[in-house]
């Protein structure tokens, strides 16, 4: 039922049957937002951003939270719990605004309660430990291919689900190529349901669908965001992910911390870049990303210092282009003792770049784990100098270790590799 017969055939409604059509998911939705049949182990909901995904999580814990027999406890977890609690729970889509009035829970800390006795406990992503005691008969995870220590959060959360007859999970995220992401699509326990924004046009503002599906649509980022396609690589990338090699067995000589300071510290300023690197026989090993944001200058310095002392650099390579002397004496006023190189940029980050990436091409730098984030921003680097449409603040600090170690003295020994 479309135009003015759906309108007046809700005029002659009352509120609680209004109210009841509204929350009759089942009648509404589109087919690719139910829970796909077989006997599946997590469901893999990967969309564009307004999708609709998020609704099609929260109903499905409906769903399972209100049967005749609720399935309880169950996890919510977010990337943060102040992102779980604002989307998951409280959001327009969240479990609060899709139940009707009888059957709507209550938040109680981070619990969430059922009227019928069931409840879900909000966890956030970012704190994998924190899944060790609980434990639950099912879990809805959210964005996924967001989360800092996605592989640790998930398999932490795995051996937490152990009650009920068929403990189940549900994953909805925009789709990057993590590893978690690529283990859940070639895991054959998950089901896979794809979305595209377009999908679900008629419920999103037409200013959005003008100015931003509008003006991304067909670009690398739109095919990722708005049309839910995990892109491996950029094209003409300096970097791809067949280039990263994971550093095993390998043995730090001389460490560095590179630090690449935003131009303010306020909570809108660019991140302050802070990666940890050694040389590596003839080649290098990045060891740690400790990017921090917001990062006030004290913040970063004393992240930066901190740094030092843990793998006992030899320095700090700090860039003062936007602060000059006063990058060196922040740092001083943490620790005077710690030797700072300052280093400035005379080229684009792009050219600066280049003679990096091709390190990495020749298989001389190997990566520990633990480095998404900066890797999904490496990837993400494009010719503009700027990655995702942001600072490329972790790339900035990886080129200065990088070229410290292995590009500034011409007089060390030809490189051959790790």
Known sequence: MTGSSGAEFVATLGDDEVEA?????????????????????????????????????????????????????????????????????????????????????VVRGNMVHWPNGAVAQVMSASDPDRFRGPQFAAAWCDEVAKWPD?????????????????PRQIATTTPKPTRLLKRLLADPRTAVTRMKTGDNAAHLAPDFLEAVVGRYRGSVLGRQELDGEMIEDLPDALWSRAMFRRAEGVTAERIVIAVDPPVTGTSRSDACGIIVAGRAGEGAVVLEDRTLKPASPLGWARRAVASFH??????????????????????????????????????????????????????????????????????AFGADGRAEGHSPDRVDALVWALTELMLVDATRPRLRGL
């Open 21 to 105: 059509l509204l929350c009759d998911w089942t009648s509404w939705a589109r087919p690719e937002q139910l829970a796909p049949a077989g006997d599946w182990t997590s469901w893999l909901l990967i969309g564009g951003r307004g999708s609709g995904k998020t609704r099609a999580g929260a109903e499905w814990v409906r769903a399972i939270a209100t049967a005749e027999r609720p399935v309880s406890p169950i996890a919510l977890v977010g990337e943060t719990m102040i992102e779980a609690m604002a989307v998951m729970v409280r959001g327009e889509s969240g479990l609060l605004a899709i139940h009707r009035s009888d059957e709507r829970p």
């Open 150 to 166: 996605a592989e640790a959060a998930w398999d932490m959360l795995q051996f937490s689900l152990r009650l009920g007859d068929c």
């Open 310 to 379: 843990a793998y006992g650099a030899d320095a700090i390579i700090a860039e003062v282009n936007q602060g000059g002397d006063l990058v060196k004496a922040v740092i001083a006023q943490v620790d005077p003792d710690v030797p700072v190189k300052a280093v400035r940029a005379n080229r684009g980050k792009w050219l600066r770049a280049e003679p990096v990436a091709a390190l990495y091409g020749r298989g001389l730098v190997a990566h520990a784990e633990g480095l998404t984030e900066l890797e999904d921003e490496m990837c």
